[in-house]
């Protein structure tokens, strides 16, 4: 059984610093591109960033290019996204999701595999 957990989210003001975890198992973490997305109350789920299974290929939201950093550990089943200079309108649920591709990544939730439950970032101005 496939499991996605994220973890390290949390309330911050303006400008902080968060980094989110995901922890995979049940599934061959290396076959996997991962990505962040995140949702905000009333609106809809929107791709936050992606890292190819070798992390070679890295792509982001135009809103969060040069504050987020994606990353992941491979041997240790592991995606993280490192979020800096955090503003109001980061607040949302972030989920972590794996999509099964042979190379690049993609941006749209449709292509994902596999979905997290969630963990929320509030960032209070």
């Known amino acids: 059984q496939v499991q996605l957990v994220e973890s390290g989210g949390g309330m911050v003001q303006t400008g902080g610093s968060l980094r989110l975890s995901c922890a995979a198992s049940?599934?061959?973490?290396?076959?996997?591109?991962m990505g962040w997305f995140r949702q905000a109350p009333g609106k809809e789920r929107e791709f936050v960033a992606a890292?190819?299974?070798?992390?070679?290929?890295?792509s982001y939201a135009d809103s969060v290019k040069g504050r987020f950093t994606i990353s992941r550990m491979n041997a240790e089943n592991s995606l993280y996204l490192e979020m800096n200079n955090l503003k109001p309108e980061d607040t949302a649920v972030y989920y972590c999701?794996?999509?099964?591709?042979?190379?690049?990544?993609?941006?749209?939730?449709?292509?994902?595999?596999?979905w997290g439950r969630g963990t929320q970032v509030i960032v209070s101005s």
């Open positions: 999701a794996a999509d099964e591709r042979d190379y690049g990544v993609e941006s749209r939730p449709s292509e994902y595999d596999h």
């Open positions: 049940g599934l061959t973490f290396s076959n996997y591109a």
């Open positions: 890292i190819s299974w070798t992390g070679g290929v890295r």
